[in-house]
């Protein structure tokens, strides 16, 4: 069983960066197409980014695009997010999560590994 822990979460000030990381252990990353979602207090959780298992393809949710980069080292285990021009509205707990299909079924909601998240939070 894939697991999955976020890191690089905090408190930054809106316009400010942040780069999350997603490590995996109990399985070789580079077999799952990977992706980030969020979820803010008393909304639904929303897709964020995906990138498939090499890497070559990524696919945005449209608040993200231009502003943040998913990326992955399958060589480390990890999946990133960097996050650029922050906004308060992208305060949000992050998941990273990972599927044995396809990066569209991240891109749909679907997944079979999931991280505890990682708490981001822009101030205005």
């Known amino acids: 069983q894939v697991q999955l822990v976020e890191s690089g979460g905090g408190l930054v000030q809106a316009g400010g960066s942040l780069r999350l990381s997603c490590a995996a252990s109990?399985?070789?990353?580079?077999?799952?197409?990977m992706g980030w979602y969020r979820q803010a207090p008393g909304k639904e959780r929303e897709f964020v980014a995906g990138?498939?298992?090499?890497?070559?393809?990524?696919d945005y949710a449209d608040f993200a695009k231009g502003r943040f980069t998913i990326s992955r080292d399958n060589t480390k285990n990890t999946v990133y997010l960097q996050m650029n021009s922050l906004k308060p509205e992208d305060t949000a707990v992050y998941y990273c999560?990972?599927?044995?299909?396809?990066?569209?079924?991240?891109?749909?909601?679907?997944?079979?590994?999931r991280g505890q998240g990682t708490q981001v939070t822009v101030s205005s």
């Open positions: 990138i498939t298992r090499s890497g070559t393809y990524t």
């Open positions: 109990g399985g070789t990353i580079g077999s799952y197409a």
């Open positions: 999560a990972s599927t044995n299909g396809r990066t569209i079924d991240i891109v749909r909601g679907t997944y079979d590994y």
